[in-house]
């Protein structure tokens, strides 16, 4: 199979282009003529340069693909535009560029489940449900969905929304957590209980080529087909996940202490100003204070099991431990 992937040079995106040449698959890489193409170039990968927020280029590299794995996004901007702009319209112009095509390739669109919206307590969400995200980042992910339907008459599609993704390479989210579970103190935002889903970096790989040969494509007469929720399987407690990441790090049981949602609000806001101050954009803002203040982010991955064959292979502590076992070779270089 010849794969098109976008979002190559990410945390996600270069560990699924590491599978996709595993498998003897033919990878063409989509880059901007900035991007950093070690990795990429050490695999043997090909190279489309294109650009998802001009259209550049984009029509010549969906040509003679088989699939194409769309992976690019913002998961950090400064405003709506931003979002909007990388998530949604982005993908709007990629699936367009394939919907011109005499015989367009099968799309496969990482989304989030930040685009379905969180969960009720002890009720992981399921694709059946209507989508209510609560953030910008998921509304702009939904965006992207929309802008994939709209071209689903012409272009064979698939939606696959994960939850938080952690593993080697990750630059987000484990990083951010390392600090606090080295003090032996984290942080929680709110006083209730707080539940997960996740899904180690691999794991969602096998899903994500999972979705390039098998499940059902969008469908006009069924809004919920070709979508599919992928997890672990388990709902983590934030404490759980706390104790987790100690553990995996040799440390012991961290105190988790709960803070007032305006508290981290504040937090939020002074981020967003001391980054803005800097030139940079902050992981922790006010959109990702808003999705804190739910109770729950869990889905099913049931249908992903029953219709593409996915079955998450690394639990909880083993995900950790690989990540964490990178982490300390890149630190010890």
Known sequence: MHILLTGSTGFIGQRLARRIVE???????????????????SLGARFAVGDLLTGEGLTEAVKGVDCVLHLAGVTKARGPEGYFQGNAEGTRRLVK???????????????????AGPS??????????????????????????????????????????????????????????????????????????????LIHVDDLCTALLAATERGQTLSPNDPTAGVYMVSDGTEHRWEDFCQALAQ?????????????ETVSYVVGLGSELAARVRGTIPILNRDKVREMSFPA?????????????????????????????QDSQARGR
Do not use: N
């Not at 989508?131 to 910008?136: D, E, G, K, W």
């Open 97 to 115: 560029a394939m919907a011109e095509l005499p015989s367009p390739p099968r799309l496969v669109y990482c989304s989030s489940l930040a685009a």
């Open 120 to 197: 009720i307590p002890g009720r992981p969400r399921r694709e059946e449900e209507p989508p209510a995200p609560v953030s910008l980042y998921g509304r702009s992910k939904l965006g992207g969905e929309q802008a994939v339907r709209e071209f689903a008459d012409r272009v064979p599609s698939v939606i696959v929304r994960p939850p938080i993704v952690y593993g080697p390479g990750d630059q987000e989210f484990l990083p951010s957590m390392l600090p606090m579970a080295r003090f032996g103190v984290m942080l929680k935002s709110g006083f209730g209980p707080k539940h997960y889903s």
């Open 248 to 260: 995996a790090m040799g440390r012991a049981k961290p105190a988790v202490v709960p803070v007032p």
């Open 297 to 325: 982010w869990t889905c099913s991955p049931e249908r992903a099991e029953k219709e593409l064959g996915f079955t998450a292979a690394i639990p909880l502590a083993q995900g950790l431990a690989s990540a964490l076992g």
């Open 23 to 41: 498998r003897g698959d033919t990878l063409t890489a989509l880059v901007r003529r900035t991007s950093k193409r070690g990795v990429l170039d």
